[in-house]
Nanobody, 116 residues
Framework: QVQLVESGGGLVQPGGSMRLSCAAS????????MGWYRQVPGKQRELVAA???????NYADSVKGRFTISRDNAKNTVYLQMNSLKPEDTAVYYC??????????WGKGTLVTVSS
């Protein structure tokens, strides 16, 4: 099993910044890509950004130029730096870890609220 613990959510004003962290623990020998997804009530969960173990990243068009995903393989931790936040970024953000042999794992989510 892989356990994912997210941290860093909360309330931020429009235009502000926030950093999310997700630490993987447990049986992490075959971790592959890690990423962040978000979901608002009534909508499907959507990809925000993902990064492979080799450091290749991809982003949703809506966050390109504002969000940066990074990863510390030694700590099995992925980060999401979010700048120039907008009210439409308000969502529950979930961390996802993909493994080579055992499928995907999800964190419990952390709420990000962008509001004045």
């Amino acid at each position: 099993q892989v356990q994912l613990v997210e941290s860093g959510g909360g309330l931020v004003q429009p235009g502000g910044s926030m950093r999310l962290s997700c630490a993987a623990s447990g049986s992490v020998f075959d971790l592959n890509a890690m990423g962040w997804y978000r979901q608002v009530p009534g909508k499907q969960r959507e990809l925000v950004a993902a990064i492979t173990s080799g450091g290749t990243s991809n982003y949703a068009d809506s966050v390109k130029g504002r969000f940066t995903i990074s990863r510390d393989n030694a700590k099995n931790t992925v980060y999401l730096q979010m700048n120039s936040l907008k009210p439409e970024d308000t969502a529950v953000y979930y961390c996802k870890a993909e493994t080579y042999f055992r499928g995907d794992y999800w964190g419990k989510g952390t709420l990000v609220t962008v509001s004045s």
